[in-house]
Every structure is written in structure tokens, then in C-alpha cells.
């Protein structure tokens, strides 16, 4: 089993930056996808972001060229750059890793 800890989120202005980090405790080899999700009604979350171990990316449409996520597997952190933001990116993000999720953490964008 593998916790998972995010920091990174507050309220910022439209057009402004934040970025989120998700640090796991353990990895697991043959794991290799972290990810970046939020909420969407009917209890469900949509995928945002995610990254393989060889830097393969992909991007929900709404987030492509505005959204960058890295990792860091030296100290197991993945994180997810938020840019020009859109008061429609208020919401909760989680990162997900080993089909666990993170606590999630709030974004809020102000117009």
C-alpha cells in the first residue's frame, strides 16, 4: 500500500499560476503512471493530467498547453503546473498513483 500527500493548492486570480505536488512514501517497479484528477458531478473524476516514467504525457483537451505535469521519482513527487488559469479550473484535484488516491486539495480561481 503506498500513502499519497498533496500540497499546492489555494485560490489564485484568472490568468494566474499554481502548481500541486503529490509526494508518495514507496514506489512500486512496476507502477509507472502518476496522475492528476478532478471532480466532475455524479461523484466522478475526470483525468487531467498524467506521466509515465519515460515522460510520456497526456492532457484532458481543456488543460492542453496551459497544464504541465512532471515527476520526480528521485523524490517520489509528481507535480502538476497550472498556467493561465480559468475560473472553470475551480475545483478539487487529486493525484492518483498505485490506484490510490491523494487526500485532494482545492483550487479556487477568482475572476
Known amino acids: 500500500q503506498v500513502q499519497l500527500v498533496e500540497s499546492g493548492g489555494g485560490t489564485v486570480k484568472a490568468g494566474g499560476s499554481l502548481t500541486l505536488s503529490c509526494t508518495r512514501d514507496?514506489?512500486?517497479?512496476?507502477?509507472?503512471?502518476m496522475a492528476w484528477y478532478r471532480q466532475i458531478p455524479g461523484d466522478q473524476r475526470e483525468l487531467v493530467a498524467a506521466i509515465q516514467t519515460d515522460g510520456s504525457t497526456r492532457y484532458f483537451d481543456s488543460v492542453k498547453g496551459r497544464f504541465i505535469t512532471t515527476r520526480d521519482d528521485a523524490n517520489m513527487t509528481s507535480f502538476l503546473h497550472m498556467n493561465d488559469h480559468r475560473p472553470e479550473d475551480t475545483n478539487t484535484y487529486f493525484c492518483n498513483y498505485c490506484n490510490t488516491w491523494g487526500q485532494g486539495t482545492q483550487v479556487t480561481v477568482s475572476a
Open positions: 514507496r514506489t512500486f517497479s512496476d507502477i509507472t503512471a
